[in-house]
């Protein structure tokens, strides 16, 4: 109704638009005509103003050509010059500032202003072009130097005989423009102002002072004045960006013009009065406009809009369903009651057809919903138009108490789907694609839950054939789809796993034709699964074997049984070992069709049973390399406390008991410390076996000069008759090993050489570097890779028996005779170089001599010094105090008893630690240090030590041993033993160190 009611409103306006057309037309024409008379007036203005000046320049040349016929001014006679220019002046308007006449060279002659001296002009430019115009000319407009004025100075030049003999000028003051332009009747905020030809301002008004001086030649205004060359009027920028209408008259000949005279007027009070105007006779049309359209507003809605309201209400409602709604107006000739009997009967015939509509729907519906799949059709914006009973259940949705019809589409698709499902909708109705007859699609169901659906689909077609919908039969897939995939991802699974795994798989029929095989049988016979099929055995092996092959098939066909067997075959000039399977493949009547063979290449394996055998060998040795070690270690410990006591009583009898050092029985204790000694390195060359002593970090050394010296002092030992030769590289790197080990390692080394060899030989030493790839060490029998020196000792012996070879490292085992070597020599080396993390290689062969390798590690190049312990201050004074002494070899408690006491100590001895630690927790303050040794039973010397620091942290402590293995100098110090000592201990050492522990700690 609105739109109705707008229409007439329009219709109104419309009829009125010729007359509000005529007043609008006179309103603007008035506002253009009180426009053009504004600025006809300013422009009038701007030309009286040029025009005045004109004539008084015509004024001042009338009098410049009349002064040059005087004598007396013409000849420029002095005084009675510039009394005539005077009177002359006095007598002329007040814009005539001055008159004078001056030579060719710019003196002056005469002036109308008293001068006291001459003054020269000739600089001045309208001198310069006078002096070269042979008659009347107008000078520049400038700005005085004598006055500050705006002047201008037109010039006549005097010829006589045909030379110039003079110039008579006439200064114009042009000030009196300013008076004028301010006695005119000039409207309010214009301006009025004169430029020269370069846009400097000559004359401003009002407020000149400020003004005259300034150059305008870069503004808008200056630029849109050099353009005219007449007489005009137009519209610019002023000097602030103000928009203003100027009037503009030039002053001089219109096309290149001495100065320009312009009056500016602000634009808004130049349109002030045609505005004025013309918003009067608008207000008056609107005024008009709005009283017309009340009036036809109010006659309209009484007269056609409330019945059409009426029958508007009643389309309506028909249109929402109410087939039943009537307009209630009265039937009667006129145009708009015509119109309400229409749409009542239109109301009627609908209400009629749509139960005949709704009864044939219900049968349809009733159809629908016997069919076993989901039927939904859609109208062009996707709204749901009919379902039937399969796709409420599909759904989940409550069949009575939800209807869908009329929802969009889209709201039962997954969020993921919704954009790109809704657009291919609209492509499809939109005809900009063709329609689909098959699609796939999720649908989400009440509880959330992803259905997919087959839809065939058909378009609905109006009788134009265009799409007005679309009609679909849907078919639940989703368990089809998962069954589906399911199979391709077994049937992928096992392909992958028959074509990848390593294992030769192949399947003939009873013919020997092969059906099927994988990939690892195809490229064992270096062929492709597709050119395996349809061949036998004939186009694929070897005749012989290929025969072999084909007798095996047909006695399991005959028999019907499985077979095994191992064979070979050859793979490009390589023997490959198989275990092959053979199982007969049957139908479902239990008929033999063909044949399943496996066959796993077992070659590796036989080949790994060969190296395990090897290896189980080199374990075997290492097992009883180092269970020599343990036994070793074990006998070491023992003996060295037995030495500790040997050496021990033997110097305190030396020291007690024999004053005299020359007397028999000091020979005797000094042969029984000597066999100690001896024995005492023994035993640190079994330790070195064993592996049993702590690994002392040792720093980087250079190699070459260590064999150097070695070489040189077994020069001394080695007989004449066996010569020496050495092979050092240049280039060999550090080696992080202890100086005494490397010296040890080559002369045992080149001793045992020595011996090999007998009367005559060669020994060869070799120093290199090397790089190490999975070698083998002929000692521990573990690979290794790396950075290494070498150390080569090779003699002309007669070499070493492949039986005794692998004997040669352990402890006490030798070939000499008796007495000629301990069997500790190469035993000692294993140790030494196994503690440096080095291997061994030997090469041997009787009669053919032995070459031993020794491969030492390469230095890092950034070493790690060891944290020592400090060694003890023999030079200590003892200091009086108790000790407690831990040991459970009773000949040693006996030793340290008698050797403290003898030092000052108060000693106290206990051969079991649980006894001593009893003894200490009682009262621990008693004691003043701790002796202890590390091998004990019930606790070792470290366990004793944390139960000790746990009662009094700051107790000194000794730690004493013969045997240690794994315990050094870092792990002792971490555990809070001050003096880390290793027996046969020198009794004078150990009691240097416990009085400089104790009274460090003290």
């Known amino acids: 109704m609105a739109s109705m009611y707008t229409r007439l409103m329009l219709l109104m306006l419309a009829a009125a638009l010729p007359a509000f057309a005529v007043i609008f037309y ?119 130097r004598r006055t500050g004025a705006a002047v201008i100075t037109p010039t006549l030049t005097i010829v006589q005989n045909g030379k110039v003999t003079g110039l008579l000028a006439a200064s114009l003051d042009l000030s009196w423009l300013n008076a004028n332009a301010s006695a005119e009747d000039l409207p309010t905020g214009a301006v009025f102002g004169v430029f020269d030809s370069q846009g400097t301002i000559l004359l401003r008004q009002p407020d000149p002072a400020r003004y005259i001086g300034k ?23 002023d000097m602030y960006g ?114 005949a509509v709704r009864h044939e729907r219900d049968k349809a519906q009733s159809y629908l919903d016997l069919v076993g799949v989901m039927v939904v059709a859609l109208d062009r914006d996707g709204h749901i138009t009919l379902a039937n009973h399969k796709t ?76 007005i919908g679309t009609l679909s039969a849907g078919d639940d897939i989703t368990e089809l789809k998962a069954t589906q995939q399911a199979l391709r991802t077994n049937e992928a699974k096992y392909r992958t796993l028959l074509e990848n ?38 186009d694929i092996y070897p005749p012989e074997l290929a025969k072999q092959y084909w007798a095996n098939d047909l006695r399991m066909f005959a028999c019907g049984e499985s077979e095994q067997y191992k064979t070979q075959w050859d793979d490009r000039g390589e023997n490959r070992n198989l275990q092959v399977t053979k199982v007969p493949l049957r139908d479902g009547n239990g008929t033999i069709t063909g044949t399943l063979g496996i066959a796993e290449d077992i070659t590796e394996r036989t080949h790994m049973q060969a190296e395990q055998e090897r290896l189980q060998a080199q374990l075997q040795q290492a097992q009883k390399m180092e269970a020599l070690g343990q036994l070793t270690g074990g006998i070491a410990h023992d003996f060295n406390n037995i030495l500790a006591s040997v050496l021990g009583f033997a110097k305190l009898a030396l020291r ?72 050092f590289a240049d280039d060999v790197p550090d080696i992080a090993i202890d100086s005494v080990a490397f010296h040890q390692i080559l002369m045992n080394l080149v001793i045992n050489a020595r011996d090999a060899i007998g009367e005559k030989g060669l020994i060869d030493i070799t120093l290199r570097s090397l790089q190490a790839d999975n070698l083998e060490c002929v000692a521990c029998h573990q690979l290794f890779s790396g950075d290494y020196v070498e150390l080569i000792v090779a003699d002309s012996g007669e070499g070493i028996s492949p039986k005794i070879l692998p004997r040669i490292f352990e402890p006490f085992f030798t070939t000499k005779e008796v007495g000629k070597g301990s069997g500790m020599g190469l035993a000692m080396v294993h140790g030494l170089v196994s503690r440096a993390s080095g291997h061994f290689q030997v090469d041997s062969k009787p009669g053919a001599g032995t070459t031993f390798h020794v491969y030492l590690p390469v ?132 009691v240097a160190a416990l009085s400089e522990t104790h009274s460090r700690t003290h």
């Not at 006291?116 to 009347?136: L, P, S």
């Not at 949705?397 to 790109?420: A, K, N, T």
């Not at 994988?518 to 099929?533: C, G, I, K, S, Y």
């Open 26 to 144: 006179f309103a603007f024409w008035l506002h253009d005509h009180t426009e053009a008379e504004f600025q006809q007036q300013i422009a009038l203005q701007a030309k009286q103003l040029a025009a005045r000046h004109a004539a008084q320049i015509d004024q001042t040349r009338l009098l410049l050509a009349s002064l040059a016929n005087i004598p007396a001014i013409r000849h420029g006679r002095g005084a009675e010059c510039s009394a005539l220019l005077a009177n002359i002046k006095a007598n002329s308007p007040a814009y005539l500032d001055n008159l004078l006449v001056v030579q060719p060279n710019g003196d002056t002659l005469c002036s109308a202003l008293r001068i006291d001296h001459v003054i020269n002009v000739a600089n001045m430019r309208w001198h310069q072009e006078g002096i070269k115009t042979a008659a009347f000319r107008i000078g520049e407009y400038h700005i005085s």
């Open 656 to 727: 007690r008991h024999t004053p005299d050092p020359d007397s028999e029985l000091a020979g005797h204790l000094h042969e029984i410390i000597s066999a100690g000694e001896r024995a005492t390195n023994l035993v640190s060359k079994m330790l070195a076996f064993g592996r049993t002593q702590p690994i002392r970090p040792a720093q980087p050394l250079s190699p070459l000069p260590m064999a150097a010296e070695a070489v040189k002092m077994l020069a001394a030992t080695i007989p004449s008759s066996i010569r020496i030769e050495t092979h």
């Open 501 to 538: 795994i390593p294992i030769i798989i192949w399947q003939k029929n009873t013919l020997g034709v092969y059906v099927a095989c994988n990939a690892t049988f195809a490229r064992a016979r270096h062929l492709t699964p597709e050119q395996v099929e349809g061949k036998t055995d004939f």
């Open 392 to 467: 409420i259940e599909v759904l989940g949705l409550d069949e009575e108490g939800q209807d869908i019809v009329g929802c969009r589409f889209d709201q039962f698709l997954p969020p993921d789907l919704q954009v790109d499902t809704t657009a291919l909708f609209r492509s499809v109705m939109s005809g900009e694609i063709e329609p689909l007859k098959y699609t796939e699609n999720m649908l989400l169901t009440r509880t959330g839950e992803r259905r997919l659906i087959a839809w065939h689909n058909t378009m609905l077609k109006d009788d134009n054939g265009h799409i």
């Open 859 to 990: 230095a890092s190049t950034h070493p790690t010094r060891p944290c020592a312990i400090p060694p003890p201050d023999a030079s200590a004074s003892s200091l009086p105090g108790r000790v407690l002494v831990v040991d459970d070899e009773p000949a040693i408690l006996r030793l340290l008893d008698s050797a403290l006491t003898d030092a000052g100590w108060q000693v106290s001895t206990f051969n079991a630690p649980s006894q001593a630690l009893t003894a200490f927790r009682d009262d621990p303050n008693r004691f003043d240090a701790v002796i202890t040794d590390q091998t004990m039973p019930e606790l070792t010397g470290i366990e004793l030590v944390a139960a000790l620091r746990a009662l009094r942290p700051e107790l000194p402590i000794i730690l004493c041993t013969g045997y240690s293995s794994g315990l050094t100098d870092a792990i002792a110090r971490q555990a809070g033993i001050n003096h880390f000592l290793r027996k046969p201990v020198d009794m004078d050492a150990l």
């Open 242 to 355: 103000l928009p203003r209408l100027f009037a503009y008259a030039p002053l001089g000949p219109a096309d290149h013009p001495y100065a320009r005279l312009v009056i500016g007027v602000p634009e808004q009070i130049a349109n002030a009065d045609s505005l004025h105007l013309f918003l009067l006779s608008l207000g008056s049309l609107l005024v008009a406009v709005a009283l017309g359209l009340i009036t036809g507003g109010l006659g309209a809605r009484h007269l056609v809009m409330r019945p059409l309201r009426r029958i508007t209400m009643t389309v309506g409602l028909v249109t929402a369903g109410d087939l039943s709604a009537r307009t209630g107006l009265s039937h009667n000739p006129s145009e708009i009651s015509q119109l309400a009997g229409k749409v009542d009967a239109m109301a009627a015939t609908l209400e009629e057809r749509d139960h």
């Open 215 to 237: 150059n305008m030649g870069n503004t808008p205004l200056w630029h849109s004045m050099a353009k005219l060359n007449m007489a005009s009027v137009f519209i610019s920028r």
